[in-house]
C-alpha cells in the first residue's frame, strides 16, 4: 500500500495545474461543474470585439492564487499474482502560491519571485484485506516546494527557476523543469463565440513536471466578455481529455487519463484568473513494484475543484 499513495496524489496535483492555467477539460458524460460563487452585477460588452485574453499583468503587485482538490471513494482495486484486493480512496488536496511580479514586457511576466506558500495533500485510503478485515492508512503529505521560494524569469521563450537558500533535491528539481506560470497559453485576438484549441505536447503545461509522454485534446471558448466592477472579465468554457504517462516517487511508469470539464472567469485588466470551477472523472492505472514484487494498480473516481485568483 505504501506505494499507491503517492501514484493517487499525482492525480491531484495535476487536476491543480489543469485548473490553475485553467482549462477545465471534459470527457463525455462527465457530468456538471460546481458552480461559480456568485459575482458581482455585470453587463455584456459587444461580441463583434476582439480580445487579448492575456490581459494585462500589473508590475510591482503580488498575485495570489488558491487551489482546492476533492476526490471521495474513488474505486482502488490491486492484484498481486493471483491475489486481489479492493477498497476505497479519498484525498483532500490545497496549494497556495504568491507570484510577486517584478517585469512585465509583451503583456507578459518576464521576472518575478514564487512563493509556495502551501501545497498540501489529505489522503486516506482503506483496503478490504482478504480475511474480511479493513485496513485504513490516513496521511496527509507536503509538496516537494511546499514553503520554498524561487526566481522566475523568462527569456527567449524559456523559463529559469532557480530555488532561494539550500539547492534543490532531485525532486525539487523535477518539478522546475515545467514552466511555472501559463499566462501565454491564452490568445492576444479572439471574439467572443470563437475557440482555440491545444492537443498532444502542448498539454504538458497543465500536468506535473514528470509526464513522460502526454496525448488528448483541449477545446477552449470565449462565451463571454463581461464589464465588472469597471474592469473587463473574460468567461471562458472548456471541455477535452488528456492521457499520460507518468512516474510515481518509485520510478514506475503509470497510464493516468483525465476527463475535465469547466469554467474560468479572467481579468483582462489584471492579466489574472479569478476563479473557476471544475469537475470530471480520473483514471490511473499500472504496474507498480515494490520489495521485487509487482502489483498491478488502478484508481477511478471523481472529483471536484475550485480556484480562487487574486491581487494583494
Not at 532557480?162 to 491564452?186: C, F, K, R, S, V
Not at 479572439?190 to 504538458?204: F, N, Y
Request: hydrophobic share 35%; aromatic share 2%; proline share 6%.
Amino acid at each position: 500500500m505504501q506505494h499507491t499513495r503517492p501514484s493517487v496524489q499525482l492525480v491531484g496535483l495535476t487536476l491543480f495545474l489543469v485548473l490553475g492555467c485553467l482549462n477545465g477539460q471534459d470527457a463525455p458524460n462527465t457530468g456538471g461543474v460546481p458552480p461559480v460563487r456568485s459575482a458581482p452585477p455585470t453587463t455584456a460588452t459587444p461580441t463583434n470585439d476582439t480580445y487579448n485574453l492575456r490581459g494585462t499583468p500589473v508590475q510591482g503587485t503580488t498575485r495570489r492564487t488558491e487551489l482546492a482538490f476533492d476526490l471521495q471513494d474513488a474505486q482502488l482495486t490491486m492484484k498481486v499474482g493471483e491475489a486481489a484486493l479492493s477498497g476505497v480512496m479519498s484525498m483532500k488536496s490545497e496549494t497556495t502560491e504568491d507570484l510577486e511580479i517584478l517585469e512585465v514586457g509583451d503583456g507578459l511576466v518576464r521576472k518575478g519571485r514564487l512563493h509556495h506558500v502551501l501545497d498540501r495533500a489529505t489522503n486516506t485510503t482503506r483496503i478490504k484485506l482478504p480475511d474480511g478485515t479493513e485496513h485504513s492508512e490516513p496521511t496527509e503529505d507536503l509538496g516537494a516546494l511546499h514553503g520554498r521560494v524561487e526566481t522566475i524569469e523568462c527569456s527567449g521563450g524559456q523559463w529559469k527557476r532557480t530555488l532561494e537558500g539550500p539547492p534543490p533535491t532531485p525532486e525539487q528539481a523535477l518539478e522546475l523543469t515545467g514552466p511555472p506560470i501559463d499566462d501565454a497559453m491564452y490568445p492576444t485576438a479572439i471574439k467572443v463565440g470563437e475557440s482555440w484549441t491545444e492537443t498532444g505536447p502542448e498539454l504538458r503545461r497543465w500536468l506535473t513536471s514528470d509526464v513522460l509522454s502526454v496525448r488528448g485534446e483541449v477545446k477552449n471558448t470565449l462565451i463571454a466578455v463581461e464589464s465588472q466592477q469597471g474592469e473587463q472579465v473574460a468567461v471562458i468554457e472548456s471541455a477535452g481529455e488528456a492521457e499520460a504517462t507518468i512516474v510515481d516517487a518509485d520510478n514506475n511508469e503509470l497510464t493516468m487519463t483525465l476527463g475535465l470539464q469547466g469554467t474560468m472567469r479572467r481579468s483582462l485588466d489584471r492579466g489574472i484568473d479569478l476563479e473557476g470551477a471544475a469537475a470530471g472523472t480520473a483514471k490511473i492505472a499500472g504496474d507498480v513494484v515494490e520489495d521485487g514484487v509487482t502489483m498491478s494498480l488502478t484508481v477511478t473516481g471523481r472529483y471536484s475543484a475550485k480556484f480562487q485568483g487574486r491581487l494583494r
